[in-house]
Antibody, heavy 120, light 107 residues
Framework: QVQLQESGPGLVKPSQTLSLTCTVS??????????WSWIRQPPGKGLEWIGY???????YYNPSLKSRVTISVDTSKNQFSLKLSSVTAADTAVYYC????????????WGQGTLVTVSS | EIVLTQSPGTLSLSPGERATLSCRAS???????LAWYQQKPGQAPRLLIY???SRATGIPDRFSGSGSGTDFTLTISRLEPEDFAVYYC????????FGGGTKVEIK
């Protein structure tokens, strides 16, 4: 059973960079059948896709966030990471990592999510 | 980018009733790339339906998906107490986007 777990600071100051890591267990991040993704959800609102990465390092980002987002992968640790720069209060959200099938592009496994608050 | 509009925003029903949730796309979506998720408070979304009509592993057969082009539907044939939640549709095509969600609440 694949499991994903987010980790990182729960509080980030405005204008700084938000950094999160997702650790994958029960399966290899190097499987060619999947992408590895970040999604966020502001409190009381809907879901927003941030981007995803292939084990080779190829990335695909939401155009609305592309200028501020970097997703990277560390296959040796079975982890992938998110960096979001120049954050504001609007970036306060629960951040989820998830696995995406590379055939139908749906999210079949999700982490439990981690709340990141942007505040001074 | 394709915009997904879900309706209604809130559906008030009683256990045992049938729920019909709509997801309308601003441009045609391949049926292969339309999925539905259920989210309960404090939990991550859970995959229900992929490819517009295929149930994910372990999903009861009271959940069904249908539709094509720009109009897709999630139907819950008889609501169980655990089905009261928020439901999202998601597409991949021109970008990857989610709908705004439909909340199914107890009447």
């Amino acid at each position: 059973q694949v499991q994903l777990q987010e980790s990182g600071p729960g509080l980030v100051k405005p204008s700084q960079t938000l950094s999160l890591t997702c650790t994958v267990s029960g399966g290899s991040i190097s499987s060619g059948d999947y992408y590895w993704s970040w999604i966020r959800q502001p409190p009381g609102k809907g879901l927003e896709w941030i981007g995803y990465i292939y084990y080779s390092g190829s990335t695909y980002y939401n155009p609305s966030l592309k200028s501020r987002v970097t997703i990277s992968v560390d296959t040796s640790k079975n982890q992938f990471s998110l960096k979001l720069s120049s954050v504001t209060a609007a970036d306060t959200a629960v951040y989820y990592c998830a696995r995406v099938t590379s055939y139908f592009y749906y999210f079949d496994y999700w982490g439990q999510g981690t709340l990141v608050t942007v505040s001074s | 980018e394709i915009v997904l509009t879900q309706s209604p925003g809130t559906l008030s029903l009683s256990p045992g009733e049938r729920a019909t949730l709509s997801c309308r796309a601003s441009q045609s979506v391949s049926s292969s790339y339309l999925a539905w998720y259920q989210q309960k408070p404090g939990q991550a979304p859970r995959l229900l339906i992929y490819g517009a009509s295929s149930r994910a592993t372990g999903i009861p057969d009271r959940f069904s998906g249908s539709g094509s082009g720009t109009d897709f539907t999630l139907t819950i044939s008889r609501l169980e107490p655990e089905d009261f939640a928020v439901y999202y549709c998601q597409q991949y095509g021109r970008g990857l986007t989610f709908g705004g969600g439909t909340k199914v609440e107890i009447k």
